[in-house]
């Protein structure tokens, strides 16, 4: 099946597909730099996922595209996901590699999303987990868990949760906190409400509209000053959690 991979990775787009790539793409007014994922069917089936198993990469100009488009082709034959389909009883020749091509966003904060807290025996919450992808300091964040109460509507930081597994012990063994982190969301956290509000009055929407809870992956650009006034939010994936 490795074979397979190599083999299908290395195959050589027609003269006439790639100038039909390359077009599509302006004509999409797509940037420079551009994510190209898979979106297989049989990826998320009720009862399977195949989250991880098939490659996806940024692609920052046209000279690699197409390169990539055939890379994630060809991750049909990962190892690891042949090796899953195998174990779940998946007919191989069943599942159609598809690539999609997606503007790149490059988001100050990404999040995952779950409609319906997995620790919640009532569903009544959301679970955010976001994390800075553009700290002041530049230094990367530890994400943050963030509750939506669904009935109340309102917005809770509940952690901080800290990469890792490591802590620092003084010579008494007592835990040494690590600093505070610098960031504005747990620093202004009443200004930033009414925009995660939103983010998850949307993921609701999404769930409505699938008729079921769902695991969304997105993120959110802040202004030039990096401020909330001008912030958009983006949904790039959605899945049946």
Avoid at 89 to 116: E, G, M, S, W
Wanted: glycine share 4%; hydrophobic share 35%; charged share 30%.
């Amino acid at each position: 099946m490795l074979l397979k991979g190599l083999f299908f990775a290395r195959l050589k787009f027609p003269d006439e597909i790639k100038r039909e790539i390359i077009d599509f793409k302006k004509s999409q007014n797509l940037g420079n730099k551009v994510m190209v994922r898979s979106s297989f069917n049989g990826e998320d089936a009720k009862g399977f996922s195949a989250a991880g198993l098939y490659d996806s990469y940024l692609c920052r100009d046209d000279s690699n595209l197409l390169a990539k488009i055939s890379q994630v082709w060809a991750s049909k034959w990962n190892y690891e996901a042949y090796c899953s389909r195998k174990k779940h009883n998946i007919n191989h020749d069943l599942i159609k590699p598809t690539v999609i091509i997606q503007d790149f966003v490059d988001a100050d904060y990404r999040f995952t999303i779950y409609t319906n807290d997995p620790e919640s025996n009532d569903n009544s919450k959301i679970l955010i987990e976001m994390n800075s992808e553009k700290s002041p300091d530049k230094k990367p964040t530890d994400p943050y868990i963030i509750k939506y109460d669904k009935t109340a509507k309102n917005i809770e930081i509940e952690s901080l949760e800290r990469k890792g597994r490591k802590i620092t012990l003084d010579e008494n063994f007592n835990i040494i906190e690590p600093e505070p982190v610098n960031d504005p969301l747990i620093e202004d956290i009443d200004q930033w409400q009414p925009l995660l509000e939103k983010v998850c009055r949307a993921a609701l929407e999404v769930e409505e509209e699938f008729g079921e809870a769902q695991d969304i992956e997105g993120g959110i650009t802040l202004g030039e000053d990096r401020g909330i006034d001008n912030a958009k939010i983006y949904f790039w994936q959605a899945r049946a959690q």
